[in-house]
């Protein structure tokens, strides 16, 4: 709850006071410095609990997306990249590596990334969406359907956008 988020902060700086070689302290605060419009703040924090415990893999995904949105996709892919060889199977990394790769039309990649994040259990609504844009991408129309099927069978999506892709690629392969 945001209002409440000061006082969380607070405590967390009282817990790190105490006990400044507990990692997940400067985890769970930096995660509320992003939340509440802190980025400086959570990058340290980051930063810390990196050097305390460089085998978390929660933290290298947390400072992933905190790279992300400051626009740092080098940096981001990486801290992914170690997200996912400290945790095989943590999928929102691999999903998070794959929209990146997205923006910077390497669609081939993103692919694989996508893949990897289904593989580790990791097939949301949001993932099938992103993997039928890089299909259309591709120009492997067959298995965007496919995709955009997920999201509206599947998932029951109500998004009438997904429904107009979708009918529109039907259209394209004169399937009416």
């Known amino acids: 709850q945001n ?3 000061p006082e ?21 605060r930096g995660m509320l410095y992003v939340k509440t419009g802190q980025p400086e703040n959570a990058l340290a924090d980051f930063n810390k609990a990196v050097l305390i ?10 400072r992933g997306i905190l790279f992300r949105d400051m626009k740092k996709q080098t940096e981001a892919l990486a801290d992914f990249a170690k997200a996912t060889t400290l945790s095989p199977t943590m999928g929102k990394a691999f999903f998070e590596a794959g929209k990146i790769h997205a923006v910077q039309h390497k669609n081939d990649v993103a692919m694989g990334e996508y893949s990897k994040a289904i593989t580790a259990g990791f097939a ?3 993932l099938y969406r992103e ?6 991408a591709l120009g492997k129309n067959d298995e965007a359907i496919k995709d955009y099927s997920m999201v509206i ?6 998004d009438a ?5 979708r009918g529109e690629l039907f259209a394209r392969q004169k399937n009416y």
Do not use: W
């Open 3 to 5: 209002g409440k988020d």
């Open 8 to 28: 969380a902060i607070a405590d967390y700086s009282t817990a790190i006071k105490l006990n400044p070689d507990f990692g997940e302290s400067y985890v769970n």
């Open 53 to 62: 415990d460089g085998k978390n893999a929660e933290v290298f995904y947390q």
């Open 124 to 126: 949301t609504e949001e």
């Open 131 to 136: 993997k039928g844009n890089c299909n259309v």
């Open 153 to 158: 069978e599947h998932f029951h999506s109500t």
């Open 161 to 165: 956008e997904m429904y107009r892709t």
